[in-house]
């Protein structure tokens, strides 16, 4: 079975730039969530969607960045425009939730992201 | 906000040895998750113990939950060097939303052969 699936895998852009984080979660489950990870922040939870709607964006850094899910199974998150402290690797992860957290969540490999 | 730390941050043991992780965390939980992260890889589910479970095992993962303490370990027994990597605990706390889990920074273990 294949599993969560990011593109691209690295990006490497200048400040200012457009950038989009692609993400296919395992089909059938129902809870997608995008993470940043860095060295000093760990790893934070950006956003996440059950059902395709946005539940909690209260992680999301500015109103440079955005994410949506247009179906069940893509997602994107923009970051426009980019600034060099946006440098981070991105995970998507993707659950079937039934209830409070009790499921496992199952991540892609992540896209690093550098902003120049 | 972090929920879960883990210590220590770093863990360097031989073949065969056991490793032992801890994780503190703050609020009240429904359930504590321990994932594994492979270098350049994404977190993989490794074990989840509810609030009512004390000690949960798989495989040569023994995870063991203390609500009043707070805490959690997870013990690693006959490591390999294939277990290399590191490790988070991860609580979904029982106040605020539902499938959100807060994840602590991870403790680095290396096994070394």
């Known amino acids: 079975d294949a599993g969560v699936i990011q593109s691209p895998r690295h990006e490497v852009t200048e400040m200012g730039q457009e950038v989009t984080l692609r993400c296919k979660p395992i089909s059938g489950h129902n809870s997608l969530f995008w993470y940043r990870q860095t060295m000093m922040r760990g790893l934070e939870l950006l956003i996440y969607?059950?059902?395709?709607?946005?539940?909690?964006d209260s992680g999301m850094p500015e109103d440079r960045f955005s994410a949506k899910m247009p179906n069940a199974s893509f997602s994107t998150l923009k970051i426009q425009p980019s600034e060099p402290r946006d440098s981070a690797v991105y995970f998507c992860?993707?659950?079937?939730?039934?209830?409070?957290?009790?499921?496992?969540?199952?991540f892609g490999d992540g896209t690093r992201l550098s902003i120049l | 906000s972090q929920q879960g730390e883990e210590d220590p941050q770093a863990l360097s043991i031989q073949e065969g040895e056991n490793a032992t992780m801890n994780c503190s965390y703050k609020?009240?939980?429904?359930?504590l998750q321990w994932y594994r992260q492979n270098s350049g890889r994404g977190l993989v589910h490794l074990i989840l113990i509810r609030s009512n479970e004390r000690e949960k095992h798989s495989g040569r993962l023994r995870v063991t939950l203390d609500t009043s303490k707070k805490s959690s370990s997870l013990l690693i027994t006959a490591s390999r060097a294939a277990d290399t990597a590191s490790y988070f605990c991860?609580?979904?706390?029982?106040?605020?939303?539902?499938?959100?889990?807060?994840f602590g920074k991870g403790t680095k273990l290396t096994v070394n052969p």
């Open positions: 609020t009240s939980i429904n359930n």
């Open positions: 991860a609580t979904d706390g029982t106040q605020g939303g539902s499938e959100k889990l807060v």
């Open positions: 969607f059950n059902n395709n709607v946005p539940i909690d």
């Open positions: 992860a993707s659950s079937f939730e039934v209830g409070r957290g009790y499921q496992p969540q199952h």
